[in-house]
Nanobody, 125 residues
Protein backbone atom coordinates (compact mmCIF):
# COMPACT_ATOMS: atom_id res chain seq x y z
CA UNK A 1 0.00 0.00 0.00
CA UNK A 2 1.45 3.31 -1.10
CA UNK A 3 1.38 6.11 1.45
CA UNK A 4 2.52 9.71 1.25
CA UNK A 5 2.33 11.64 4.52
CA UNK A 6 3.00 15.36 4.62
CA UNK A 7 4.03 17.24 7.74
CA UNK A 8 5.58 20.51 8.80
CA UNK A 9 2.79 22.91 8.01
CA UNK A 10 1.54 25.51 10.43
CA UNK A 11 0.79 29.14 11.14
CA UNK A 12 3.62 31.55 10.44
CA UNK A 13 4.00 35.29 10.06
CA UNK A 14 4.81 36.85 6.73
CA UNK A 15 8.53 36.60 6.07
CA UNK A 16 8.83 33.41 8.07
CA UNK A 17 9.94 29.95 7.04
CA UNK A 18 8.79 26.35 7.26
CA UNK A 19 10.15 23.01 6.17
CA UNK A 20 7.55 20.68 4.74
CA UNK A 21 8.25 16.96 4.61
CA UNK A 22 6.59 14.15 2.70
CA UNK A 23 7.44 10.68 3.95
CA UNK A 24 6.62 7.84 1.59
CA UNK A 25 6.21 4.10 1.88
CA UNK A 26 5.11 1.27 -0.37
CA UNK A 27 6.78 2.53 -3.53
CA UNK A 28 10.25 2.46 -5.07
CA UNK A 29 10.88 6.02 -4.00
CA UNK A 30 14.24 6.42 -5.71
CA UNK A 31 12.66 5.79 -9.12
CA UNK A 32 9.80 8.28 -8.72
CA UNK A 33 9.69 11.94 -9.52
CA UNK A 34 8.21 13.95 -6.68
CA UNK A 35 6.32 17.19 -6.60
CA UNK A 36 4.62 19.70 -4.37
CA UNK A 37 1.33 21.33 -5.26
CA UNK A 38 -0.93 23.63 -3.29
CA UNK A 39 -4.58 24.54 -3.18
CA UNK A 40 -6.00 27.69 -1.65
CA UNK A 41 -9.68 28.02 -0.73
CA UNK A 42 -11.80 28.52 -3.81
CA UNK A 43 -8.88 27.95 -6.16
CA UNK A 44 -7.63 25.05 -8.22
CA UNK A 45 -4.64 23.00 -7.21
CA UNK A 46 -1.47 24.56 -8.59
CA UNK A 47 2.07 23.40 -9.17
CA UNK A 48 4.72 24.58 -6.72
CA UNK A 49 7.91 22.55 -7.24
CA UNK A 50 9.13 19.19 -8.48
CA UNK A 51 12.25 17.07 -8.52
CA UNK A 52 13.34 14.10 -10.58
CA UNK A 53 14.44 10.74 -9.16
CA UNK A 54 18.06 11.68 -8.67
CA UNK A 55 17.54 15.23 -7.48
CA UNK A 56 19.52 16.46 -10.44
CA UNK A 57 16.58 18.24 -12.04
CA UNK A 58 14.13 20.56 -10.35
CA UNK A 59 11.36 22.88 -11.46
CA UNK A 60 9.54 25.72 -9.72
CA UNK A 61 6.50 27.85 -10.26
CA UNK A 62 7.45 31.44 -11.02
CA UNK A 63 5.65 32.61 -7.90
CA UNK A 64 8.00 30.67 -5.60
CA UNK A 65 11.34 30.82 -7.41
CA UNK A 66 14.07 32.05 -5.15
CA UNK A 67 11.97 31.46 -2.02
CA UNK A 68 11.20 27.72 -2.05
CA UNK A 69 13.63 24.83 -2.40
CA UNK A 70 12.71 21.22 -3.09
CA UNK A 71 15.04 18.38 -2.14
CA UNK A 72 14.87 14.66 -1.53
CA UNK A 73 16.55 11.95 0.51
CA UNK A 74 16.43 8.61 -1.29
CA UNK A 75 17.60 6.80 1.84
CA UNK A 76 14.80 8.19 4.01
CA UNK A 77 12.25 7.99 1.15
CA UNK A 78 11.30 11.57 1.87
CA UNK A 79 10.91 14.74 -0.14
CA UNK A 80 11.19 18.19 1.41
CA UNK A 81 10.07 21.69 0.59
CA UNK A 82 11.91 24.52 2.32
CA UNK A 83 9.67 27.56 2.17
CA UNK A 84 11.22 30.92 3.00
CA UNK A 85 10.07 34.54 2.84
CA UNK A 86 6.48 33.42 3.13
CA UNK A 87 3.71 35.69 1.93
CA UNK A 88 0.00 35.67 2.82
CA UNK A 89 -0.72 34.49 -0.73
CA UNK A 90 1.25 31.32 0.02
CA UNK A 91 -1.57 30.25 2.36
CA UNK A 92 -2.89 26.92 1.11
CA UNK A 93 -2.99 23.21 1.71
CA UNK A 94 0.25 21.77 0.39
CA UNK A 95 0.21 18.31 -1.19
CA UNK A 96 3.03 16.08 -2.30
CA UNK A 97 2.70 13.76 -5.26
CA UNK A 98 4.67 10.87 -6.73
CA UNK A 99 5.14 10.45 -10.47
CA UNK A 100 6.16 7.20 -12.16
CA UNK A 101 7.92 9.29 -14.81
CA UNK A 102 10.86 9.79 -12.52
CA UNK A 103 13.31 11.09 -15.09
CA UNK A 104 11.74 14.52 -15.30
CA UNK A 105 10.68 17.19 -12.84
CA UNK A 106 6.99 17.14 -13.71
CA UNK A 107 4.83 20.24 -13.36
CA UNK A 108 1.52 18.81 -14.51
CA UNK A 109 -0.64 17.20 -11.84
CA UNK A 110 -1.95 14.63 -14.31
CA UNK A 111 1.53 13.07 -14.33
CA UNK A 112 1.27 12.18 -10.63
CA UNK A 113 -0.10 8.83 -9.57
CA UNK A 114 -0.06 9.06 -5.81
CA UNK A 115 -0.94 11.93 -3.48
CA UNK A 116 -0.72 12.69 0.19
CA UNK A 117 -3.48 14.10 2.35
CA UNK A 118 -1.98 17.57 2.55
CA UNK A 119 -0.61 19.89 5.21
CA UNK A 120 -1.98 23.35 5.93
CA UNK A 121 0.24 26.39 5.64
CA UNK A 122 -1.22 29.65 6.88
CA UNK A 123 0.71 32.90 6.56
CA UNK A 124 -0.49 35.89 8.55
CA UNK A 125 0.22 39.45 7.48
Amino acid sequence: QVQLVESGGGLVQAGGSLRLSCATSGLSFSSYGMGWFRQAPGKEREFVASINWSGGSTAYADSVKGRFTISRDNVKNTVYLQVNSLKPEDTAVYYCGASRNGGLAQSRSIMYTYWGQGTQVTVSS
